[in-house]
């Protein structure tokens, strides 16, 4: 398993960044786009226990965790959820429901950037 290094953590922030990876909401990987954890198992295949994960909103849903060596659990939820997060807006005419994801890749970006330490 690989550990999460500086390395892994810089590389993992220039792919987000990259423009490489479209950005999905509440899964791992759907077609050709990832969420923010998505982007890191698919750099480091390795790093993820179970490599049939399929959603990132919430880690246990239906029992599947997508553990990280050296990134604690409560931190791949927080991300998940900063991936996820969304104001829904109803149009009053229509009637019709948008969700208005509200952290873009640079955002989660930043947010590793300033607050989850590496391993070394």
């Known amino acids: 398993m690989i550990k999460f ?6 590389d993992w922030v220039a792919a ?3 423009g490489q990876y479209q950005q999905a909401h509440h899964w791992m990987r759907k077609g050709d786009r990832y969420c923010c954890l998505g ?4 750099m480091h295949p390795a ?7 399929k ?3 919430y880690m246990s849903n239906e029992g ?3 553990l990280v060596e050296g990134l604690p659990v409560s931190v791949q939820h927080d991300l998940a959820l900063m991936n996820d997060y969304s104001i829904e807006t109803t149009d009053p005419q229509t009637g019709r429901t948008t969700s208005d994801y509200q952290n873009s890749f640079e955002d989660i970006a930043l947010f590793i950037e300033a607050t989850i330490p590496a391993g070394e």
């Open 16 to 18: 987000l960044r990259s």
């Open 55 to 57: 959603y990132c909103t």
């Open 39 to 42: 982007v890191l198992k698919d």
């Open 47 to 53: 790093m993820g226990v179970n490599s049939s994960a």
């Open 5 to 10: 290094t500086q390395q892994v953590k810089d």
């Open 64 to 66: 599947e965790a997508t």
